[in-house]
């Protein structure tokens, strides 16, 4: 990937008279120029043409000087000492709260994750997407139905790709147990352990000294990240677990904000050998999660990024190149995490239609009766639940062999499966129910 053009140096630019007095002019007579509905680097905006009257450099310099009044620092600092910061623009503030409405539960939600029955069921499924497309984002190569398969029906990893699937799944797992629990770097190293069992041919866990690591442009072997010193690793690590458990008592930092900056934060110290991606990552899940956006349990991130992983790499990239200006980051997390969350109300809103036309089928072209159809209604929206005949008779007020005739008839259609308990029977939803009613519709 191409690196950036650097901007130009706002201290260059000011340091002309001329030019200071006609930015001055500019935000006094022309603060039309200084756009509030988009946040471009200057890579970007050089490709632009600027406003009448200006150059691109100094339109440039009249964008920096409001954003440079409006910094807000963290305490994240660059290999030089430097410290990064941020900004709040307009699509920021929008995104965020969007994201508040939506991701904390403010809304009504789709009744497939607030049913106890079907709720850990979307999780697992979620999980398993975030797994796959996390470990894409790291170079597996697998196919999501058999990365599916695999952590469903227990089966062991045949590869290395699938073994980081699997990893990146009990990671998830982890993070959703350890919500509650401050951060700290042991619990960073178990959660990164988790993610790169069985994956590696050296088993170190930190970077060393002269271990020339960094972020490269496999295409060009073009060095596009130095993380910080190896030996700065263990008091950066306090650093970034002090700032994930502090309490906010200074300026405001929104919490979705502060998931994204935790997110970034290991990410650019990259301490370990391998796996900084994923653990970065695993920390935005497990910072949403302990700040009460729980819906966060039901999108998967990854899935997103991996479609345009350059972009991903490229805010990075901004942030580093423009003074260490988070915004670019965050504003480009914060894209992620509301087409997530769209994605995830567009999936559940393709489900209940296809449940409302399962539901259909059930009630006209399959040859059923009214307790039948009752029953297997139940039983598309209540996967877990367990029938008997008893129940199925108190349900519709029948005779004991009608009712006995109706889970028997269903059973031999394959939309039901019979097991013995103790002394009785009792019947669970097939799986793949609604496919076997779609089949029996043909």
Avoid at 39 to 59: F, K, N, Q, V
Avoid at 96 to 113: K, N, T
Avoid at 323 to 352: C, P, W
Avoid at 365 to 387: C, D, F, G, K, M
């Amino acid at each position: 990937m191409r690196p950036p053009a650097h901007p130009p140096a706002l201290t260059h630019l000011l340091s002309v008279p001329q030019t200071l007095l006609k930015l001055v002019n500019v935000r006094l007579e022309r603060p039309s120029v200084i756009p509030t509905d988009w946040y471009y680097h200057w890579d970007t905006l050089r490709r632009i043409a600027p406003p009448e009257g200006l150059t691109s450099e100094e339109w440039w310099a009249a964008i920096k000087l409001v954003r440079v009044s409006a910094l807000r620092p963290i305490p994240l600092q660059d290999t030089a000492g430097h410290p990064f910061h941020y900004t709040m623009p307009d699509p920021l503030l929008r995104m965020l709260h969007r994201i508040d409405q939506l991701a904390s539960g403010s809304v009504s939600l789709p009744e497939p994750i607030t049913t106890s029955d079907t709720r850990e069921r979307y999780v697992q499924s979620t999980l398993i997407e975030e797994a796959f497309t996390s470990s894409a984002l790291e170079g597996a190569v697998s196919t999501r139905r058999e990365a599916q398969e695999m952590i469903r029906q227990g089966r062991k990893p045949r590869n290395r790709s699938e073994q980081m699937i699997l990893n990146n799944y009990r990671a998830m797992e982890f993070v959703r147990a350890v919500r509650d629990r401050p951060l700290t770097p042991d619990l960073v190293i178990q959660l990164r352990e988790r993610l790169v069992v069985d994956t590696l041919d050296e088993p170190s866990i930190f970077r060393k000294p002269g271990d020339g690591i960094g972020v490269f442009d496999n295409a060009t072997n073009t060095l596009l990240h130095a993380p910080p010193p190896a030996d700065e690793i263990e008091m950066r690590l306090h650093a970034m677990c002090d700032f994930a458990n502090q309490t906010e008592t200074g300026p405001f930092l929104h919490p979705v904000v502060k998931a994204i900056v935790l997110h970034f934060w290991l990410a650019y110290d990259h301490p370990f050998t391998d796996g900084n991606g994923r653990t970065a990552r695993a920390l935005f899940y497990w910072m949403m999660l302990r700040q009460g956006f729980w819906l966060v349990e039901f999108i998967s991130i990854s899935s997103i990024l991996r479609d345009a992983p350059s972009k991903y790499a490229r805010s990075f990239l901004y942030t580093e190149t423009d003074g260490n200006d988070l915004t670019y980051f965050i504003l480009a997390q914060l894209r992620v995490v509301e087409r997530s969350i769209d994605a995830m109300y567009a999936h559940l809103e393709r489900k209940a239609d296809e449940m409302r036309r399962v539901l259909g089928m059930t009630r006209s072209t399959i040859s059923l009766n009214v307790r039948q159809q009752a029953l297997l209604t139940n039983a598309l929206r209540h996967p877990e639940q367990a029938y008997t005949i008893q129940s199925h008779q108190r349900s519709h007020g029948s005779a004991y062999a009608t009712a006995r005739a109706d889970l028997l008839g269903l059973a031999e259609r394959g939309l039901l499966e019979q097991r013995k308990q103790g002394k009785k029977f009792i019947f669970l939803p097939a799986d793949s129910l609604a496919d076997r009613l779609r089949a029996l519709d043909h």
